[in-house]
């Protein structure tokens, strides 16, 4: 059974940082790539940041482009995700994907919010 657990979500400050952690793990579990998802009430889920396994660099999503930075660990399946200049739009839950063997996992999602 694979299971994709997130940790580090809690309130901050606006101009504040906080770091987002996950972990997969299964029996024979091999992760291609992993990525930050997030949805803010009544709004739709949206792609925050991923790396994968091959590239090993990552990409963003244009509303945390340099304010946020992802990081993979892959021999251990894991990402963090470091957010730096939070802004209220930030707050939101955050879930963790992973993708093995052309499926993809889901975490259960941490909540980060923001005040202003």
């Known amino acids: 059974q694979v299971q994709v657990v997130e940790s580090g979500g809690g309130v901050v400050q606006a101009g504040g940082s906080l770091r987002l952690s996950c972990a997969a793990s299964?029996?024979?579990?091999?992760?291609?790539?992993m990525n930050w998802f997030r949805q803010a009430s009544g709004k739709e889920r949206e792609w925050v940041a991923g790396?994968?396994?091959?590239?090993?660099?990552?990409s963003y999503g244009d509303s945390v482009k340099g304010r946020f930075t992802i990081s993979g660990d892959f021999a251990k399946n894991t990402v963090d995700l470091q957010m730096n200049a939070l802004k209220p739009e930030d707050t939101a839950v955050y879930y963790c994907?992973?993708?093995?063997?052309?499926?993809?996992?889901w975490g259960q999602g941490t909540q980060v919010t923001v005040s202003s």
């Open positions: 299964g029996r024979t579990f091999s992760t291609s790539a």
């Open positions: 790396i994968s396994r091959s590239g090993g660099i990552g």
């Open positions: 994907r992973a993708t093995a063997n052309t499926v993809v996992y």
